[in-house]
């Protein structure tokens, strides 16, 4: 017999796991973009590619002067929203 709940852990368990690190990318991209870094390089091509995304509809929803001046907000904002969905997931019993 086909254990759900077990299976249904493990596919949370996976979605917080993978969500853990999307959120320690966001923080990689953030490190990096402080030392100006060469704009062609492949790795900082990947960071930009996955995290654009997802800071972009952060600041659609973000007033203009949140992320217009010199600091920006939304890799922030967008940290704390990961962290709760992460607490949400982890709230749900199975």
């Given amino acids: 017999m086909f254990d759900y709940g077990g299976f249904f852990m493990g596919v949370k368990s996976l979605i917080i796991s993978l969500i853990e690190i999307y959120s320690w990318v966001v923080i990689i991209r953030v490190l990096i973009s402080w030392i100006n870094p060469d704009p062609y390089n ?8 996955v995290t654009d995304p ?7 929803f973000m007033p203009n002067f949140l ?12 940290i704390l929203l990961l962290r709760v969905i992460i607490m949400f997931l982890a709230s749900i019993r199975i």
Avoid at 54 to 60: D, P, Q
Avoid at 67 to 78: E, Q
Wanted: no cysteine.
């Fill in 54 to 60: 997802a800071i972009e509809t952060v600041r659609r």
């Fill in 67 to 78: 992320w217009s001046t010199g600091l920006d907000f939304t890799p922030l904002i967008l």
């Fill in 42 to 49: 492949p790795i900082v091509q990947f960071l930009r590619g």
